[in-house]
């Protein structure tokens, strides 16, 4: 199906083949990656008209060189896809054509008989969609059935406007070319030159004649065995209907069909949006209710400052999106508090937040999945092998959550420089975005604050933070006495989806265990 020429000794490009009468043909989805080795026929990219799409193969085996061509961008015949590095020798699948239509047109009233039109080798393809009804008017071009193969699926137009007199297919029928589809009532002038015979009409018995449908240029792909137009990992659905769902951003593997084989009708798509807008699922939360709250009293009203809009926002997806649980413990910080002390004397300024962060990175190590976040798919996780803390700090503007990296490579001086310079540098509204990319975990501490404990918002995309509280002395029993112990209030909120009960409570037990003894942290 695909062009193939030479280009050096072992680079060949592989082009667009002729899929018809398409001109500028979007790209969709990119099935291969620079660097596979790929096997002859395998589908390369996915393209997309209106009408169809189809998997598009590459004739050759090879290893993908380089990829010219990005999702999004309007390909033609002959347009390099990819280039393949020592394929085989040329396995060139004749190109499909379509077959010619003879020119006719009538001017008077006419039944003309639509018939299936070359779709290629195939035979025996099943109608799964009648997309008019009798005594509907339909425009030419507009799409009667869908007829699929195992392959590929492919609505149908007529090539002539006209009323629906009679359906000549049910649901289920096999139809080979030439098979009457249906009978169109039009008029001379609306035969396109498209079509074959017709017949005028007659009152008594209305005689049809055999028409061809011409396919259509945004259906004239034929079902041909190397096109497929239901990518392997997909649902079940016409072309429009996935078309309709890109644009309205649906994925239709969480869409149930209930057409035949499990076929995502028009009914389905609207029916899972209805439900989504209607269910509580965030885009349609009640609305509280707007309150005059001058009739109770004196008022002011302070517009939000942009930050607030930002985190606000950004929470509140994290807030519907991730499935928190938090939990927490309480650490013994007698000896880090010792130490702190033993530190302020000589001058040297450390809170607990620096050993805190060390604490995490240590943790971090031992449970990677702490430190990580879910892909697009949200079907694989990404560890990240980088130690990158967002520490959220409070400013006159609001809260940002700039970054500190690498914080195993710094030592607690180091880090406590680097927070009083960052948190500075937050308060005069002097951060730059990049200050405020890639963590891989949060602390969140209002223990300079007060509070008991609190429960933080998973600040996606990561999968946990840490909240902090503020420390308080305690009376432990040690098994004989209460002994006067200073604690430290901690809390993990966690994405439940990643990370289960008791990897989050081995995470806080190991956090603990740590920042209780600190000698690890000093090394
Ligand atoms: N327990 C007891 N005392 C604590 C403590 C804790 N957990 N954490 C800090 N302190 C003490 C510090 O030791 C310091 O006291 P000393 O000067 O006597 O040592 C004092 O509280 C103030 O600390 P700090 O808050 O200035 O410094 P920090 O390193 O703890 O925190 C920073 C730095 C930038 C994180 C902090 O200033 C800040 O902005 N906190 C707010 C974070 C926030 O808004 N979180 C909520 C996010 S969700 O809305």
């Known amino acids: 199906m695909i062009d193939e020429i030479c280009t050096m000794s072992a680079i060949k490009n592989i082009e667009l083949p002729d899929i018809g009468d398409f001109d500028e043909v979007e790209v969709i989805e990119i099935l291969v990656n620079i660097g596979d080795t790929i096997a002859a026929d395998e589908s390369i990219i996915t393209l997309e008209s209106d009408k169809a799409s189809m998997e598009i193969p590459t004739p050759q085996a090879g290893v993908v060189a380089n990829i010219n061509v990005s999702i999004g961008d309007k390909i033609k015949q002959g347009d390099v896809v990819i280039e393949l590095e020592n394929s085989e020798e040329d396995k060139k ?23 299936v039109p070359d779709i290629g080798d195939f035979d025996e393809v099943e109608v799964i969609e009648i997309l008019t009804a009798v005594g509907d008017n339909v425009s030419e071009e507009d799409s009667i059935i869908t007829l699929e193969s195992d392959k590929a699926s492919m609505e149908i137009p007529t090539p002539v406007s006209g009323k629906v007199t009679d359906i ?27 079509t074959t015979d017709t017949t005028p009409i007659a009152p008594a018995k209305p005689e049809t004649a055999p028409l061809a449908v011409a396919p259509s240029p945004a259906s ?22 996935r078309k309709m769902a890109r644009e309205i951003g649906v994925d239709l593997s969480r869409v149930t069909g209930t057409g035949q084989k499990g076929r995502i009708l028009d009914i389905d798509l609207k029916g899972y949006v209805k439900q989504i807008l209607t269910s509580g699922s965030g885009a349609s939360l009640p609305k509280t209710p707007v309150i005059d709250f001058s009739k109770f009293g004196e008022v002011e009203t302070v517009a939000l400052s942009r930050i607030n809009k930002l985190s606000g926002k950004h929470l509140s997806a994290c807030w519907l999106n991730i499935p928190h649980v938090t939990q927490f413990d309480e650490v013994n910080i007698d000896q880090m508090e010792a130490f702190r002390q033993e530190q302020k004397n000589k001058g040297i300024k450390l809170t607990p937040l620096v050993f805190i962060m060390k604490a995490v990175i240590q943790a971090l190590k031992k449970h990677p999945r702490l430190n990580a976040s879910l892909d697009e798919s949200e079907e694989n996780l990404i560890l990240k092998k980088y130690f990158n803390l967002g520490i959220a700090m409070d400013t006159p503007n609001g809260l940002v959550v700039p970054v500190i990296k690498n914080v195993e490579k710094k030592s607690l001086t180091e880090l406590a420089t680097e927070l009083a310079e960052t948190s500075a540098k937050a308060r005069d509204g002097k951060l730059k975005p990049g200050d405020m990319q890639g963590a891989g ?19 996606s995309p990561e999968v946990a933070i840490l909240g902090v509280s503020r420390a308080q002395t305690k009376p432990i029993w040690d098994g004989k006495n209460f002994i006067p112990t200073l604690t430290l209030p901690l809390a993990l909120s966690y994405d439940h989806r990643v990370i289960d009960g008791a990897q989050g409570g081995r995470f806080m037990a190991d956090l603990n265990s740590i920042l209780s003894d600190i000698r690890e942290i000093l090394l």
């Open 220 to 241: 004239k792909p034929t079902l041909d065995q190397s096109i497929s137009t239901l990518p392997s990992s997909e649902s079940h659905a016409s072309p429009s209907i």
């Open 441 to 459: 975990f949060t602390i969140s501490s209002l223990g300079g604050i007060g509070g008991t404990q609190f429960t933080p918002i998973v600040n």
């Open 168 to 194: 000549n297919v049910k649901l289920g029928d096999k139809l080979s070319l030439g098979d009457l589809i249906l009978n169109i009532e039009t008029t001379g002038d609306s035969v396109s030159e498209k």
């Open 93 to 115: 699948t004749p190109k499909p054509t379509a077959k010619k239509t003879n020119e006719s047109k009538q001017l008077n009233t006419q039944i003309v008989a639509v018939n």
